[in-house]
């Protein structure tokens, strides 16, 4: 079975600030990991994604996520913190040949002025 | 671009009536998906369909839910009689294909239940 934990349900940063939300997963199988991010009162939009290869990743609005498979972690980053960018983040993980996720709880970003 | 588009944006309905949320996936999708979000708690897997038929579904898909696809672009949830714990941010999703390929949500249908 597979399962994702996010490591605090709300960051708050500062604007400029580095973001880091943290992902940690279990999977019997080589994982495939996601973030998607849900602004207010909208759907999930995918922000990055890992399958295979390169293990940094990087996706839209400069947001980027390592895979690290000793720690199995999937971290996402950003190296300066806007406005915008609060939001509620999640990860999520599928296996090769399933068809459903397994989302996160979901960690809540606030950015403060 | 593409996206999946859902109605209602949101649905209040009275305990025990049935409710029936539509979804258009992306035109040349080929695999259909819902996931509900109860509020605060997190996105929850409910079924997945592919060749007209469920090809994955969770423990919370019960005899109430049914999914189908009447016609060639609608993708529907149908709840029998709700209940009060079926209120939720129900999300419908399609991918090209299975596996690691990425699912495309729509914005949601809000469900509130009486």
């Known amino acids: 079975a597979q399962s994702v934990t996010q490591l605090g349900s709300h960051v708050s940063v500062s604007e400029g600030a580095l973001v880091l939300l943290r992902c940690n997963y279990s999977s019997s199988v080589p994982p495939y990991l996601f973030w998607y991010v849900q602004y207010p009162n909208q759907g999930l939009q995918l922000l990055l994604k890992?399958?295979?290869?390169?293990?940094l990743v990087k996706g839209i609005n400069g947001f980027e996520a390592e895979f690290k498979k000793s720690e199995t972690s999937f971290h996402l980053t950003k190296p300066s913190a806007h406005m915008s960018d609060a939001a509620e983040y999640f990860c999520a993980v599928s296996k090769l040949y399933g068809q459903n996720f397994v989302f996160g709880p979901g960690t809540r970003l606030s950015v403060l002025p | 671009e593409p996206e999946v588009t859902q109605t209602p944006s949101h649905q209040v309905t009275q305990m025990g009536q049935e409710v029936i949320l539509r979804c258009v996936p992306i035109s040349n999708h080929l695999y259909f998906y819902w996931y509900r979000q109860i509020l605060g708690q997190k996105v929850e897997f409910l079924v997945s369909f592919y060749n007209n038929e469920i090809s994955e579904k969770s423990e919370i898909f019960d005899d109430q839910f049914s999914v189908e696809r009447p016609d060639g672009s609608n993708f529907t949830l149908k709840i029998r009689s709700t209940k009060l714990e079926d209120s939720a941010m129900y999300f419908c999703?399609?991918?090209?294909?299975?596996?690691?390929?990425?699912?495309?949500f729509g914005a949601g249908s809000r469900l509130t239940v009486l």
């Open positions: 999703a399609s991918s090209l294909s299975s596996g690691a390929n990425v699912l495309t």
């Open positions: 890992y399958t295979t290869g390169a293990t």
